[in-house]
Nanobody, 126 residues
Framework: VQLQACGGGLVQAGGSLRLSCAASGFTFDYHYMGWFRQAPGKEREGVSFVSANGESTYYVDSVKGRFTITRDKRKNTVHLQMNSLKPEDTAVYYC????????????????????WGQGTLVTVSS
C-alpha cells in the first residue's frame, strides 16, 4: 500500500498550492480519502475528506471556502486545491485513506484511518 503525496512548498500569504496524493495497493473506490495536517506543537487535525463515491465532502471550518478536495478514480488520486493561503495553514499535510461502511460516508477521526501518506510540508509566509 502506498499513498504518495506531493505539491507542498513555500508560498506567500494569499497564494495557492495544489496537493496531490496517488494511491496504490488497495481498492481506491471503496475508501474515503482525506487530508490531515499537523503544525509544530499541535495535534494532527482533519482538514478535508471526500467519500468513496466522491459525492460527500467535509472541510474544517478554518478552510471552508478556500480549499477544495476532489478525487480522480481513473488515476486513483486525490487532490487538495488550497487558495487564499494563510500563515496559519503552515503545517505538514498528510494524505489518508479509510474504509467506510458506505461509499457515501467518511470519518474525520484519525483513529479510523487505514493508510497514511508520508506528509508534505506547506509553508505560508506572511
Amino acid at each position: 500500500v502506498q499513498l504518495q503525496a506531493c505539491g507542498g512548498g513555500l508560498v506567500q500569504a494569499g497564494g495557492s498550492l495544489r496537493l496531490s496524493c496517488a494511491a496504490s495497493g488497495f481498492t481506491f473506490d471503496y475508501h474515503y480519502m482525506g487530508w490531515f495536517r499537523q503544525a509544530p506543537g499541535k495535534e494532527r487535525e482533519g482538514v478535508s475528506f471526500v467519500s468513496a463515491n466522491g459525492e460527500s465532502t467535509y472541510y474544517v471550518d478554518s478552510v471552508k471556502g478556500r480549499f477544495t478536495i476532489t478525487r480522480d478514480k481513473r488515476k486513483n488520486t486525490v487532490h487538495l486545491q488550497m487558495n487564499s493561503l494563510k500563515p496559519e495553514d503552515t503545517a505538514v499535510y498528510y494524505c489518508a485513506a479509510g474504509r467506510s461502511r458506505t461509499r457515501y460516508t467518511y470519518s474525520v477521526n484519525r483513529d479510523n484511518v487505514d493508510y497514511w501518506g508520508q506528509g508534505t510540508l506547506v509553508t505560508v509566509s506572511s
